[in-house]
Every structure is written in C-alpha cells, then in structure tokens.
C-alpha cells in the first residue's frame, strides 16, 4: 500500500481522446512515486457478462458477442472521478486490435497473447461453434488472462491506449488509429529478407527462435495426447450407459436382487454422466496450454523485431565501407574495378581534373560522415533494444515456470480428485453387488 502523503490522481478520458493537458497529474508517475509498479497494485479488472448482439445493416445482419469490461480502484490512496468503478461493453475485435497495437508500438516486450478465434486440439464430441455457450465462457476466461497480464506488465500497464480500453466509450479506435502505429509495423518482406541475409546474428535470438519451435512443437503434442486421451475416456465413461440400461432391465426379472440391481445400475448411469463435468474442467487446462503455444509467437515478434534492427546496422555498415573504399580509390587516383558508367567515361574522355577528384572527395567525406551518424544512431537503436527485449524475455521465463508448474499440479490433483470419484462410485456399486 501506498503511504498516505502519496495521492495517485486518475484522469477520466473524454470521448475525444486521451487527455493532453498537462496541468492533469500523471497517474502512473505518482504511482511509481508511491512504489507502485503495475497497474493491479491499485485497480481490480475483469472481464464479465458475455453476450450475444446481432446488428443489421443495409439489410446485412451481425452476429457477435460482446465482453463487460469492469473496473474498481482498490486503493484508497488513488482519486478517481465518482466512485472508484467503471464498466464498458468491448468486441474480440477491439481486443485483436489493442493487442496489434501493444505488438507494433513496444516490439521488445512479449506481449501476451488473445485466446483463439476458433476452437482447436479439443476432443471430438466437444462443440466448435464460436457461439457455444462453453466456448464462449472460456474465451471470457482467456480475455480476462489477457486483460491482468498486461496490467501485470510494468511497461504495458502504463500505455494510455490500454487505459483508455478500459475506461473509453466512445472514441477509442479513432485514438488507436491516431498514433499511426500501423505505420511502425515491419513488413514480413523484411522481416523474411532479413533473416535471411544476416551475417553475424546475435546468438542468443537464434537460440530463442529454435526455443519457440520446441516449445511450439511440445506444446502441440501435449494438447494431441489429451485431445486422444479425452476421446477415450468419454467413450470409456460412455459405454458404462450399458451397464446400466442391463442391469435395469436384468432387476425387472430378478426378484431377490430386484433392488441391489437397480441400485447398480444408478450407479453406473452416475460414472457414465460423470465425464461430461470432467472434461469441460480439462478444457480449462487445455486452453491455458494454448495460450503458452500463443505466446510462442509472441516470442518470434521479438526475434523478426532485432533482426529487422540488425539487419538495418549491417546495412549502414556495407554503405559506410563502400563508401570509404570509393574515397580511398580517388585519393589515389584509381577507378572502381568494376564495370561503370563513370568508369567508361573516364577511359573515353579522360579522367576527372584535380578539382573534379577534390570535390568529389569532399563529397563523399559528408556522405561518410552523415552514414556514420546514421551507423550511431542504428547502432544504438539496436543495443537499446536487445536491453530491453532481455529484460523482458528474462520476466517471461519467470512468469512461465511459475505458470507450468501451476498448470501442471493443478491438472494432476484434478486428476486425482476425478480417479477418487470414480473410485468412490465403483465402492458403492460393490456394496450393492454384496447386498445380492
């Protein structure tokens, strides 16, 4: 908690846009002055109240679903405009695009991946509409990760656009579109073209790209085995319907055995439904993998992002060593040894006068020394952003071991708790067999 001399002032956004005025107290830079880092040290988010809205236009109709976004200020020392809460209604879409924008304007952070648009490594009798109800919880629950992990961030909890997702009504794409962050994005041409013709990459991105396919690629097959293994076991649970349908129609016959029959047959009709609740548990588990196999690409952004700025040094590079060579060959005299233009001119007509080569040294010695500027600044573009992407990637790993182990306990106890019951229902159908 914050001492009580250190008061964090929240400015309410206006439809127009973020505030400009500078008269406003920056919230975060009297949060860091009251040591806190992140945006969840002093505001509850979540993503409530999924619901389905269709919009028809020029007789086209939309269907979509919309998330409640809510808000509350959770301490005391922070002053907020009314009383503290806030709420507002956002599309997938307005997701997808905060999260180009956090992708495009901070490219060193792993900027924390959306839940799927469609629902993939999932058993076969699970539903794939983007409309069922279960899928739509889930995606709730995924937004919602999404949401506290970038409130989470220290560098992410502080961008306006993102604070303005959460408290803008109207307004907010037009103050998305007005940063231009599109026009940051490198084109995949580049990114492709520089990565391939790097001559010194760094070693520690190749390492990560290698570690992005391996995490990908265990992470694919771990959700292949559960899919396989949940088709299984739902066949499995299923098939005990069986049982109970035998041992209903076995106790209309039998007498004596009338009861504890019927009462085994309840029992194996409960193991039967019993699978529909545990494998919509395990989705759960499911779909926080997914988001480890999302963020995979998360990590690759970071990797085109260094090799795109890598790529742009050793550029500057070719250009300032050619064009020393061209001001060393006119110092003495010589031509490119190469076919040229000029070249060919100077062998027709002669070569340049003493002025000529001077000027032409002059020249060349400010394009030198504007390409090494340029060298400088890409140059220190670049370290700045292997700085800051270590960082950042360093706060990742962290984040996912502490996840993993979570994901993976959590599986396991359920799954022990899931055996447990299948245990206790078999020890009363054993109690009913022993009554015969």
């Given at each position: 908690m914050a001492d009580d001399d250190h008061t964090v002032t929240v400015p309410k956004y206006s439809p127009e846009g973020l505030s400009n005025d500078s008269s406003e107290e920056d919230p975060f830079e009297n949060a860091r002055k009251a040591g806190k880092k992140n945006l969840l040290q002093w505001m509850e988010i979540s993503v409530a109240e999924p619901e389905k809205r269709i919009v028809t236009s020029m007789k086209v109709q939309?269907?979509?679903?919309?998330?409640?976004?809510?808000?509350?200020?959770?301490?005391?020392?922070?002053?907020?405009?009314?009383?503290?809460?806030?709420?507002?209604?956002?599309?997938?879409?307005?997701?997808?695009?905060?999260?180009?924008?956090?992708?495009?304007?901070?490219?060193?952070?792993?900027?924390?991946?959306?839940?799927?648009?469609?629902?993939?490594?999932?058993?076969?009798?699970?539903?794939?509409?983007?409309?069922?109800?279960?899928?739509?919880?889930?995606?709730?629950?995924?937004?919602?990760?999404?949401?506290?992990?970038?409130?989470?961030?220290p560098i992410l909890s502080q961008d306006k656009i993102f604070i303005g997702f959460m408290q803008q009504e109207d307004g907010w794409k037009d103050s998305v579109y007005a940063t231009d962050f599109q026009s940051k994005a490198e084109s995949r041409i580049k990114a492709l073209s520089a990565s391939f013709r790097l001559r010194s990459p760094d070693r520690q991105y190749e390492e990560l790209k290698n570690y992005c396919n391996e995490l990908e690629?265990?992470?694919?097959?771990?959700?292949?085995?559960?899919?396989?293994?949940?088709?299984?076991?739902?066949?499995?649970?299923?098939?005990?319907?069986?049982?109970?349908?035998?041992?209903?129609?076995?106790?209309?016959?039998?007498?004596?055995?009338?009861?504890?029959?019927?009462?085994?047959?309840?029992?194996?009709?409960v193991y039967s439904q019993s699978v529909d609740g545990i494998l919509e548990e395990e989705e759960q588990y499911a779909d926080q993998l997914k988001e480890y196999l999302a963020f995979a690409e998360s990590l690759r952004s970071v990797c085109r992002k260094y090799e795109c700025l890598q790529y742009d040094v050793e550029r500057v590079e070719d250009n300032l060593t050619y064009k020393k060579s061209q001001k060393e060959m006119l110092e003495q005299g010589k031509t490119g040894g190469t076919f040229s233009l000029s070249g060919m001119k100077s062998k027709i007509f002669g070569s340049d006068t003493p002025e000529q080569r001077d000027q032409k040294i002059k020249q060349l010695e400010e394009q030198i020394e504007q390409t090494q500027a340029e060298l400088r600044t890409t140059t220190e573009e670049l370290q700045k952003f292997v700085d800051a992407s270590v960082r950042d990637i360093d706060r990742f790993k962290r984040q996912k071991v502490k996840d993993l182990k979570e994901i993976f306990t959590n599986y396991a106890v359920m799954q022990i708790k899931q055996c447990k019951k299948g245990i206790a229902i078999w020890t009363s159908a054993k109690d009913c067999y022993t009554k015969m």
């Open positions: 939309d269907t979509f679903i919309v998330y409640l976004i809510e808000t509350r200020i959770t301490d005391k020392n922070v002053k907020y405009n009314g009383d503290g809460t806030s709420s507002l209604w956002r599309r997938y879409s307005e997701f997808e695009l905060l999260q180009n924008y956090l992708t495009i304007s901070y490219p060193f952070v792993v900027v924390p991946p959306l839940p799927e648009k469609k629902a993939s490594y999932i058993w076969q009798n699970s539903s794939t509409d983007k409309f069922d109800t279960e899928f739509i919880e889930r995606r709730r629950a995924a937004l919602e990760i999404f949401m506290l992990r970038v409130a989470a961030h690629s265990n992470i694919s097959n771990l959700l292949k085995i559960r899919a396989k293994m949940a088709d299984k076991l739902y066949g499995i649970h299923k098939i005990h319907s069986n049982y109970s349908r035998v041992f209903g129609e076995w106790s209309g016959i039998e007498k004596d055995m009338s009861e504890p029959l019927q009462s085994a047959s309840h029992y194996m009709n």
